[in-house]
Structure formats: C-alpha cells, structure tokens
C-alpha cells in the first residue's frame, strides 16, 4: 500500500502534544479524508507527513511511504519523493506562488526539478492539457500571468495542476476546495476521484462534509485525536462518535442556510 | 501619479549627481585644490562662477569635486553591505535556528553603539582616514540592513510558496537565491535608497566634525566646516555645498518614497 501512518505523535518542544496516536492507511486507488473542525490537527498530521514542520515539533511514530519510513530517511532522498512520489496542495493558494515569477516558469521548474528537459513546445502542450482538464480557460494567458493578475480558485486548480505534472502516486489536498466555488468544486471533486481511477492515491483534509462524500474512508479528527475512521458511507449515515454526529448536523445546518 | 513624479524626479536628480561626479574633471573650470591668496573670499565673476572661498579656491570646481566624495565613498559600499547582507539575512531566517539567533544578537549589539561613536573610536584607536569612517559606516549600516532583511525575509518565509518550493524538492540554496530574495529585493531598494541618503549625510558630518578626511579636501561637510569661519563676511561659502547635500539627499529620499508607495500599491492589487 502506498502510505502508512502507524502511531503518529506530533509534539511542541515545549511540551504540548498537538497530534496524538493518529494511524490510518491509504490503498492505491483510494481516497481518504481527514474530516474536523479547525484546529483539530489535520494541517499538521499533513505537513508532518510532508516533512514540513519546524524545528520546534517533535514527530514520533512512522510514516511508511514504499516500505521505508519518511521520518527517518536522509533529507538527500526525501527531496526526491516530495514534490515528485507525494504531492502536496496548499491551503492559501494566493501565497502559494512566488509574486515574482511568471505561473508557466514556476510550473516549468516544478516539472524540472524531477525530470529531464523536454523541448519548451512540447512542456507548454502539457500544462495547458493539465490546466484544461482542471476546467481552466484561456490557458495561454494563465501562463504567461503573474500570480497576483489571477484569482484565487484560478491559483487554486493551477497549483493542482502543478502538483498533477509531476505525476504523483500520493496527492495531499489541504483545504483545496475553500477559495472555488460551488459549481468547480463539485468538478474538482470528480477531477480528484478520476486520479484516483487512474491509481492515485489521495489524502484529502477537510472541514466540509459534502466534498469528503465522495472519498472511500473518513477518518475523523478533533484536538489531535482520532474519533472514528471507517467506510465514508458508514460515518455518514450511522455515526457511533458524539462528534461526528455534531459534525454532521452542523454540516446540515449549513446547507440549510444557504437554500 | 504622484509617486510617479517622486520616482521621476528622484531619478533626475540621482543620475544628475553621478553625471556630475563622473564629469568632474571635465566640467570644473580650475583645479580645486590651487589656493589664490588674492581671490580670497571674490565675488563670482566670469572665471569663477561661484567665486572663491576664503583660501582663494574656485567654489564651483570645488563644489563638483565634492560630489565624487559624497557618492563615490556611500554608494559602492552601501552596494557592496546590502549584497551582503541580502544573501546572510535571507539565508539566516531561512535557516531559522542558531545561525539565525547569533545573526539576531550581532545585529543588536552593532545597533546598540551610534555611528558617530563608532566612527570616532576607529578614527582614534586606528587612523585618521577614510578607510575608518567607511569601516564605521560599514559596520553601523550592515546592522540595519541585515535587520531589515532579516524581517522581510521572515515575512516571506511564512508564505506558501516557499514551503511550496520545499516540497517540490528545491534546495536551500536554490529557495533563497531564486525565491527569497527576488522577493525581499522591491522592500530592500527601497530601504537602500534611503539608507544612500542617511550614508551621504554621514559622511558629510564626519568631515564637518574634520573626522576621517584630510583638511582642504573639497567635501560638501568639510566645505561647510571650512566657511563656518566666513559666515559674515562670504554667507554664500555656506549655503552653495548646504543647497547640494540637500538636493542630493532628496533625489535619493524621493525616489526611496516613491518606490515605497508604487510597491505598496502593487501589494494592495494583488491582495483584492
């Protein structure tokens, strides 16, 4: 299986535990999400597996990614497999890019950084098939833009899209669904289940119950705690936790607002 | 449009003043430095332009030779500190850790000191030379500057785009080179312009304080120190080398403040 998470304990060097006993696995193929209110942890259990986190945390337990354990591999071999076997798409798209380089050379060295030179025409053909297939128009202008000409949902699927060339087995999506509206989302949502179709696993984080209906499994967090984890159909229709079943009616409560 | 205008006239003037300084030699009418007892304190006239001051030197040559000191000691050094401090900064909050804290403490000690006290113990336990108030300069600004791109630098780190660097498998180096400090760069110009300006003035007020450079030597501080003498007698000695530290002073203010507003602009499109 792809990625393992086996007894994951994120702690603050001052002491104070932020994620504790989080295990869960992904199949190749399959989606799961990481459902929970803000704050519960589910950006750090994310970054933690992306090495992201400062030197003021402490990780315990494994991450097992291919049989080897990502906590404890040289950072020499970790470059290689961040960016290129696990992809990771951010929570603020709008900061995601750097303001001072055009979008197609940023993706242009995304796709460097782990392959060989491919001519310039043959790069350009790529990303703009990516891009369409994440439902963006007018791609030639896209890449010739600086991040700060476009808009957030734009900046949001180009950074999928970035992290789609590489062509990842694992793709973490932190809160990729907040800055798009309802209509993309629901695309985008189709989008995700088609990679994972195509053999992809996806980690997907979320606070909106709606877009984790359409992973395999639901792993429920609160305060760095894993509440209940099973079938995405099980947690929705018979929750056993007293939060899920907050979760939900706050979700429900939600939509009902809105219509 | 009015940030445009700043920029315009900021520039003119700047480029106006390195003309000058580059064209000294051509455009000043006598040498600087020859004394002519029987001018002392004459008028302006045909021959000299601005007239004479009280040792009988031609006040315009001096004035035009004065701007080589002026921009020729602050600029190449300030370029030299804020490339320094741009790759240490940017690196060293980027790195976070020890390396950042001892930069941190540096940067503290090195401000706690004035620069004037700074410039004075050089000039005192070293030499009495220009390669002392450089020194000093060098030390005192390389402290701000380092200062200011440290805190630009961390402001970027928090971004996304550099832990997004990160993960697509970017090195450190590669992070701070073509990410950070491109990024850092707008914010910086504008500090370093205006830090030219506080430079100039500095070194003008060592010379008028007679630290660093040689007596005679034709500065816009020393010049103003030199005429103090004649305040009543030649008023105008004052005012000549005052006008162009000013002026001089302004172009590199304005075009800081113009940046300043245009690149703040820019962030405010960019966040809408």
């Known amino acids: ?259 | 449009m009015k940030r445009k205008g700043q920029i315009i006239v900021g520039m003119t003037l700047i480029i106006l003043f390195i003309l000058l300084a580059v064209a000294a030699p051509l455009l000043a009418p006598h040498d600087p430095n020859t004394t002519n007892l029987a001018l002392k304190n004459a008028s302006p006239s045909a021959e000299y332009p601005l007239g004479c001051d009280h040792m009988g030197r031609c006040e315009l040559s001096r004035l035009l030779y004065g701007t080589r000191y002026s921009l020729g000691l602050s600029i190449p050094v300030l370029i030299i500190l804020a490339a320094i401090a741009l790759l240490v900064g940017c690196y060293s909050s980027y790195k976070d850790g020890v390396a950042d804290e001892i930069v941190r403490l540096l940067c503290d000690i090195l401000m706690a000191f004035p620069l004037i006290v700074i410039a004075m113990a050089l000039v005192s336990a070293v030499d009495n030379s220009v390669a002392s108030i450089i020194t000093a300069i060098g030390i005192s600004m390389s402290a701000w500057f380092l200062r200011m791109v440290r805190s630009y630098a961390k402001t970027e780190c928090q971004k996304e785009y550099i832990e997004a660097a990160r993960i697509s498998g970017a090195s450190s180096s590669r992070i701070v080179l073509k990410h950070l400090i491109p990024n850092v760069l707008p914010q910086f110009i504008v500090y370093f312009t205006t830090g030219i300006a506080t430079a100039i003035m500095s070194v003008s007020s060592f010379a008028f304080l007679g630290v660093g450079l040689i007596a005679g030597t034709p500065e816009w501080g020393a010049m103003l120190n030199e005429a103090r003498n004649s305040i009543y007698t030649n008023p105008s000695l004052i005012i000549y080398p005052g006008i162009c530290l000013i002026v001089c002073c302004a172009g590199f203010n304005l075009l800081g403040e113009g940046l300043r507003d245009s690149i703040g602009k820019e962030d405010e499109i960019s966040a809408s």
């Open chain 1, 1 to 259: 299986m792809p990625l393992k998470v086996k007894d994951l304990k994120i702690t603050l060097s001052s002491g104070e535990t932020i994620a504790d006993n989080i295990s869960f696995q992904i199949e190749k193929g399959q989606m799961l999400s990481i459902v929970g209110s803000s704050g519960a942890g589910k950006t750090t259990v994310c970054k933690s597996i992306m090495g992201l986190l400062g030197a003021n945390y402490k990780t315990g337990g494994e991450i097992i990614f291919q049989g080897e354990n990502l906590l404890a591999l040289p950072k020499k071999k970790l470059r290689q497999i961040y960016g290129k076997e696990i992809c990771f798409i951010m929570q603020n798209p709008m900061t995601a890019f750097n303001p001072s380089i055009r979008i197609g050379k940023q993706l242009k060295k995304t796709y460097l950084q782990h392959h060989e030179k491919i001519p310039e025409s043959e790069l350009l053909a790529q990303f703009e098939m990516t891009l369409k297939r994440l439902g963006l128009e007018d791609t030639k202008r896209i890449l010739k833009n600086y991040p700060f000409a476009l808009s957030g949902g734009m900046l949001q699927r180009i950074m999928i899209a970035a992290a789609l060339i590489n062509r990842p087995q694992i793709l973490i999506a932190d809160e990729a669904t907040t800055a798009i509206d309802a209509c993309n989302k629901m695309a985008l949502m189709k989008q995700l289940r088609k990679l994972c179709e195509e053999g992809v696993s996806v980690l997907l984080v979320t606070h909106d119950l709606k877009a984790a209906s359409v992973s395999d499994q639901i792993l429920v967090m609160n305060h760095g705690k894993v509440i209940e984890t099973g079938k995405t159909e099980t947690i929705l229709r018979e929750p056993k936790e007293e939060y899920t079943k907050y979760l939900l009616s706050a979700s429900s409560l939600e939509r009902g607002c809105c219509s």
